[in-house]
């Protein structure tokens, strides 16, 4: 027979009491004191944004501002090269980004045809001193030429005044009397021959006024001089020193053009920093302001420099189609103005002409001393 359940009240009676509730620990003094922040937080938490800013605005109360561009270029003097005179080229001495100094051969042209040039006019020069020479004998027999007609005159005056004391006598015939007189006028136009051949003679034989020696001589000489200038023009040098650039176009046997361009010269000793900034950044902008230059090429690599000239005009103004705002539908722009950065310093990498660059021009710090 099946057991009977316990009733209820034995039941209850049966199970076990519930516990109490357990009361939470107190917490230590150690626990509260590593949860609140020390004074060492709380001074970087806020000291140190205070003094960030505190930093910040003391900076732009004391350098006044400033104002900045990317819109900059690194900038050298460059110098096209071009033969003086033409002729093939027989020796190319020089090599595309090879640095260069100032007198430095650069390339050679044909030197034959000035030679021969040079040696023709040297005979030239032979040749009027050959006729200076000649000159000098005509005017001596000029000379010789005026005696000897005034000694006919005078032969012919006797023997005219003769004739005529006979004519008058009735001894002599009209004949003889007209021979005579036209004898005596042949001997004086004879006279006025020779001297203005003397006249002549010592004319070409005068000397230059500024020079001194004979026209023909000095003329003769100028052409040999001209000729041997021409001679020197075949070896073209560097006229200044720099990096040679676009010389691969020269080619031995090439004809080269008398004034055609051939190479480029460029000035690596002496760059600078061609800045363009908007027409509303230049209201506090001096000439001698102190900037600062950085460079997409060099990351990290900041030069000290200053501002060296403000442009004249705009880049607008320059171009080869300025713009035109005549018409009433036209959007104003903000125009940008060349402003040219001299470097105060030299600069740790090499520079290169057309390198991009970020410029920053202090405008209320003052300028560099003695700029």
């Known amino acids: 027979m099946d057991q009977l359940a316990p009733s209820r009240p034995e039941a209850e009676a049966a199970a076990p009491p519930p516990a109490a509730p357990r009361a939470d620990p107190l917490p230590s003094p150690a626990a509260d004191t590593a949860a609140r922040p020390g004074w060492r937080t709380r001074l970087i938490m806020f000291g140190l944004p205070l003094a960030l800013v505190a930093g910040g605005a003391g900076w732009w109360l004391l350098s006044g501002g400033s104002v900045s561009t990317d819109n900059a270029y690194v900038q050298m003097d460059k110098v ?6 033409g002729g093939r080229i027989t020796e190319v001495a020089v090599r595309d980004g090879e640095q260069v100094a100032k007198g430095q051969l650069l390339f050679r042209i044909d030197s034959e045809p000035y030679a021969l ?3 023709q006019a040297t005979a030239a020069i032979d040749a009027a001193r050959v006729e200076v020479g000649n000159l000098a004998a005509g005017a001596n027999t000029s000379a010789v030429e005026i005696a000897a007609a005034r000694e006919e005159v005078r032969f012919a005056q006797v023997n005219f005044e003769r004739q005529a004391a006979l004519m008058e006598k009735g001894f002599t015939t009209r004949a003889a009397y007209d021979a005579s007189r036209h004898a005596l006028a042949q001997a004086r136009e004879r006279v006025r021959q020779a001297e203005a051949a003397a006249v002549e003679a010592r004319t070409r034989l ?4 500024a020079s001194g020696i004979n026209p023909q001589v000095e003329a003769a000489r100028v052409q040999r001089a001209q000729a041997e200038v021409n001679l020197a023009r075949t070896s073209v040098r560097a006229p ?3 990096r040679v650039a676009q010389a691969d176009r020269l080619q031995v046997g090439q004809a080269m053009v008398a ?3 051939a190479l480029t010269l460029v ?4 760059p600078w920093v061609e800045a363009n900034f908007k027409e509303t950044d230049l209201a506090d902008m001096r000439v001698g302001q102190r900037a600062e230059i950085r460079f997409d090429a060099y990351p990290g690599l900041k030069v000290r420099g200053h501002v060296l000239m403000i442009g004249a005009g705009t880049g607008s103004e320059f171009s080869v189609l300025p ?5 009433g539908n036209w959007v104003k722009v903000t125009q940008r103005v060349p402003v040219r950065i001299a470097f105060d310093e030299k600069p740790a990498r090499d520079m290169i002409a057309g390198l991009s660059a970020e410029v920053t021009v202090f405008t209320g710090g003052g300028t560099v001393a003695g700029k």
Not at 80 to 85: I, M, R
Not at 206 to 209: D, K, M, Q
């Open 80 to 85: 096209s090269v071009a033969a003086e005179v």
């Open 117 to 119: 040039n040079v040696a």
């Open 206 to 209: 005068a000397a230059g006024p």
């Open 240 to 242: 200044s020193a720099g």
């Open 259 to 261: 004034g055609l361009p």
């Open 267 to 270: 000035d690596t000793a002496h």
């Open 323 to 327: 713009a035109q705002n005549a018409t």
